[in-house]
């Protein structure tokens, strides 16, 4: 089974803090994504990477970094944290054996 | 840009009434769908995919989509709905793109009512 596990399920921050969230999977995939999934909004795709040290902007990459030092790990990077990014974040792998998109658990980010 | 539309944001069900959910998406190309469904609580997962072939596609849990490509649409249905199959319904896009990325929609909320 593909397993993608993410750092934390809940996660409080005040405004301007830097924050990182997590995101490991325990197989060698390659693509791995990062979405935040807003109420009436769905979910829409923040980055995205392809392989190591590489990454890609997705439909709303402003405010946020990422960094995939090792091919298990993506991390999504919030530089100054602010009360819009209060939401859901999800991570997902995509498996090229069965062509789909594993999620992880998530992650509820509030932002005081 | 494909974008994927979902109208209806929450769908109110009493046990066994039939199921459909809209899906449209806008791109002229090949594209690859997808229906997700997240239960309260739980991880975002597939419930059926349509690459290419017989465009009535069934899934788990008794779901089925229709892809009709001339109305750029890929519905979800299901016969008899059960008060297990309360969750929020996702439909997605790939249109190719190297990285698989998808474009979701806004989602259905459905309610199923005992």
């Known amino acids: 089974d593909v397993k993608v596990t993410q750092s934390s399920r809940y996660l409080v921050k005040r405004t301007g803090e830097k924050v990182f969230l997590e995101c490991v999977q325990d197989?060698?995939?390659?693509?791995m994504f990062w979405y935040r999934q807003d109420p009436g909004l769905g979910l829409r795709l923040i980055y995205f990477s392809y392989d190591v040290k590489m990454k890609e902007k997705g439909d709303i990459p402003e405010g946020y970094s990422v960094s995939r030092e090792k091919k298990e790990r993506f991390s999504l990077i919030l530089e100054s944290a602010s009360t819009n990014q209060t939401s859901m974040y999800l991570c997902?792998?995509?498996?090229?054996?069965?062509?789909?998109?594993?999620f992880g658990p998530g992650t509820r980010l509030t932002v005081t | 840009a494909q974008s994927v539309s979902q109208h209806n944001h929450h769908v109110i069900l009493s046990e066994a009434a039939s199921l459909e959910l809209g899906c449209n998406y806008s791109?002229?190309?090949?594209?690859?769908l997808f229906w997700y469904v997240q239960y309260p609580g739980q991880h975002l997962q597939l419930l059926l995919k349509y690459f290419s072939g017989d465009p009535l596609v069934k899934g788990i849990k008794g779901f089925e989509a229709e892809f009709i490509k001339s109305k750029f649409s890929f519905n979800l249905r299901k016969p008899s709905v059960q008060w297990s199959d309360t969750a929020e319904y996702f439909c997605a896009v790939n249109t190719g793109g190297s990285a698989r990325q998808l474009t979701f929609g806004s989602g259905t909320q459905l309610t199923v009512l005992p």
């Open positions: 997902a792998i995509f498996s090229g054996t069965s062509y789909e998109q594993y």
């Open positions: 791109y002229g190309g090949t594209v690859n």
């Open positions: 197989m060698d995939h390659e693509n």
